[in-house]
């Protein structure tokens, strides 16, 4: 079964798994200790350590192990911020961080804290100028992660490094989608990233403090990992961590240039072979083994569920796939379509044959989903009143964006259709219907029950 969600997690790479074997009998000592067992762990302490740092580009001793990224995330964000508080509680974070990011974010804002978010464009990224337009002279820390989670964009980090650097304030990249393709480029202060996004065991993070940076570890004072990570090291994981990413490095580049080949084919098919689809993220920076697209007039779950029984092990952002029925929060502040959305992120050694059957499954799979939820198979042409209201009111995505496609065709150009809806991913989808379909969005306003949507016909 094609697995291509690594993104989420990779699949243990063999170097990984040989390696854990071999810590489990040699690394399961105390490395503190110092008769036999311990210095033998301790040795294989130090190994990781080092192999770790060699692939970041950073100093043995300002990288330490923690028992996940997103630790490694939260720990780095209340470090910094602590060890700047005379400078101000202001943090800046794009509109597109993870979610360890924006939750290390909100706990600060709930504390008394300022934050800023800097927007960013269709294609996912900031602009550096905006980027360093946020900066103030209380900002404690800014944070930008180098390639988006979700949508492959790389983001400008060597050179909102620069402005942070100029303005004496430093940077913490999130790296972990990114870190098994190189090294974070740029002068960044900080960095994170966790290990099961390269083929590393789960439960390993890495949080990389460089010399000079004003840092004050939260919480109780540990004496394991210079006190920035309490508890006793999992060294086994840590090993076979550290001995993975340096075989995915050594593979990146072949691999970078394969699986790009396989992405660039998904990102051009999917437009040819599925009507009414938005191919999102950066078409040229973005990370090579990861691709999104959203499918109009199609629920999430289902498409995920119908790949899923079709043997396809995919991702998705949709508000359909969420518990809450909000959509993505990358997505959202893209502007992009969100329903029907999919991840393809293809880990190491993916088969061609595997992404052709793919692009041969996807085209029904969608038809079969569309014709199910009734959604018209082209726009309606018949002319009718000036305006019409749709009630789409207690109904999901994608009904409300079918039910205004149905109608559309019924009023004449220059009038509208307002449509009522209480989903909040309406609020993204119906605009970027309109982007699709070259038709004006008027606008929102609060209804009795929801929110009206009103969209002018322009052709």
Request: some cysteine; aromatic content about 4%.
């Amino acid at each position: 079964m094609p697995y291509f969600d690594s993104a989420s997690a990779a699949p243990l790479h063999p170097v990984a798994r040989q390696a854990l074997q071999a810590a489990l009998d040699e690394g399961w000592a105390d490395p503190a200790r110092l008769y036999r067992e311990g210095r033998r762990a301790r040795l294989l302490l130090d190994a990781a350590r080092e192999a770790a740092a060699e692939a970041v580009g950073c100093r043995p001793d300002e990288l330490v192990f923690t028992p996940s990224g997103t630790r490694a995330v939260h720990s780095g964000v209340a470090g910094a911020l602590a060890g700047r508080r005379r400078v101000g509680r202001h943090l800046v974070v794009s509109a597109v961080e993870h979610s360890s990011v924006l939750h290390a974010a909100a706990a600060l804002e709930a504390d008394g804290g300022a934050v800023t978010e800097v927007p960013v464009d269709r294609a996912g990224r900031v602009a550096p100028d905006a980027y360093a337009a946020a900066l103030r002279d209380d900002t404690a820390l800014a944070c930008l992660q180098s390639a988006n989670h979700e949508v492959g964009t790389e983001q400008p980090v060597a050179e909102v490094a620069a402005a942070c650097r100029e303005a004496g304030v430093p940077l913490l990249v999130d790296a972990a989608q990114s870190l098994a393709w190189g090294p974070v480029e740029g002068d960044w202060s900080l960095l994170t990233a966790s290990a099961h996004k390269w083929g590393g065991p789960a439960g390993v993070g890495l949080l990389v403090v460089r010399k000079g940076v004003r840092f004050a570890p939260q919480g109780p004072a540990d004496e394991r990992e210079s006190g920035r990570s309490a508890g006793f090291e999992n060294i086994p994981a840590i090993v076979a961590a550290a001995a993975s990413l340096r075989a995915v490095r050594a593979e990146a580049a072949a691999e970078a240039g394969r699986l790009g080949e396989l992405v660039e084919r998904i990102r051009t098919r999917v437009a040819e072979v599925v009507p009414d689809v938005e191919v999102v993220g950066d078409p040229v920076r973005r990370l090579p083994h990861l691709v999104t697209f959203s499918c109009l007039y199609v629920d999430g779950e289902a498409l995920l569920h119908e790949l899923d029984r079709a043997g396809f092990s995919v991702s998705s952002g949709s508000s359909c796939t969420s518990s809450t029925l909000t959509p993505s929060h990358v997505l959202r502040a893209m502007g992009v379509l969100s329903e029907g959305n999919v991840r393809v992120s293809l880990p190491f050694g993916t088969a061609e044959a595997d992404v052709e059957r793919f692009l041969e499954v996807l085209p029904g799979t969608v038809a079969g989903i569309r014709e199910r939820f009734g959604a018209p198979a082209s726009p309606p042409t018949t002319g009718g009143g000036e305006s019409l209201v749709v009630d789409a009111l207690g109904r999901r995505c994608p009904i409300p964006v079918i039910e205004l496609a149905k109608v559309f065709g019924d009023v004449p150009v220059g009038g509208t259709v307002t449509v009522l809806s209480d989903d909040e991913a309406a609020r993204l989808d119906i605009p970027a219907w309109c982007e699709m379909r070259g038709q004006e969005y008027v606008g929102e306003r609060p209804a009795e029950h929801g929110t009206a949507y009103t969209v002018r016909r322009t052709s």
